[in-house]
């Protein structure tokens, strides 16, 4: 597998970004963090627009940046796409000159990709004819990103392309961006303040926290991670899981998931049985009983599980998180009395009850 290798050492007057970066050159790796922990800045050094004096980077075979050797390519020689927060397009071109300037940037030895192509997956052809001014802020993101993409480019970075979106406008443009990757394969560099958007893009995350990256991998083993309460946000830590629709009870309403731990059910959702679907599980859901209930509850996910860690417990903190391992791993965040009263320890069998499954088309609120 290609991988992106990225080194920067970029120092400011109240700011420092420290990082050293490894994640695949395929799908989608999102940046997430709150603002001010150097999201903007990392992409920033990654398209050349920010030297770091020891920066190096690496995607594939190919080096970008290797300041170690004083080789540096500026951004205007680097193969990339830049999706800026606003869409940045010509207001005097049509939106089929905005896209066929794009292909004139492209240097003639690269491949292109195909007008038409574009045109399809972004569901361009009944806006060409139209001005950026006549468009909505949706139409005018995916037209940049067409612009984006017809340079050819073999890494598209995006900085908080939906930020200025309402969330109807997002929920518009997420299946464009889903495209982008499933249908031209190119690699994308997603950066974001939103874990909604987050989960339901990315294959890959780099979390940052105050300029150093405080966790980078999959989806699932980075929200697995005990520890990260701070950088992913206490109210959204919790347990990220791919699965697979297998039936609906109309009677009931509701949807059955399989995961490779078992099964889980959800209200009644419009899928269709074989359709993955990704689900978050927040901590604070997930209670532990020590022994299967010997009573009916209103709980629909009771699971068996055992435990795998136990986070650190804080005197001045009520709360513990606790690692178990369902067939994937789950987070509970329990109180430290409930620690001590059920007398956890790594390796003992539990069970574990989910109260609410979050899934990742309702996560954009």
Known sequence: MSHLLARF???????????DLQVPAQGVTAVFGPSGCGKTTLLRCLAGLARSPSGFIRLGNTVWQDE????????SRRPLGYIFQEP???PHFTVHSNLAFALKRTPAKDPKLS???????LDLGSLLNRRP????????QRVAMGRAILTSPRLLLMDEPLSSLDMARKREILPFIQ????????????????????????????????GRVAGAGSLRDVFSQLGLRNAIGPSQIGAVIDTTVTRYESEFGLTTLQFPGGLLSVPGQDHHSGEPVRVHILSRDVSIVTSPPTFQSSVLNILE???MEIGTVDPAHPFVDVKLDIGCPLLATITRKSLSTLALHPGQRVFAQIKAVALNQEMLE
């Open 9 to 19: 050492d970029v120092a400011y007057s109240t700011f420092r970004l420290l990082v």
């Open 68 to 75: 170690s050797r004083r080789f540096f390519l500026p951004l």
């Open 88 to 90: 940045r397009l010509f």
């Open 115 to 121: 007008f038409d192509q574009v045109v399809e997956i």
């Open 133 to 140: 001014h006549s468009l909505s802020g949706g139409e005018q």
């Open 179 to 210: 495209r982008l990757d499933t249908e031209l394969h190119i690699p994308i560099i997603y950066v974001s303040h939103s874990l909604h958007e987050v989960l339901q893009l990315a294959k890959t995350i780099v979390l940052l926290q105050e």
């Open 305 to 307: 599980a055992t435990v």
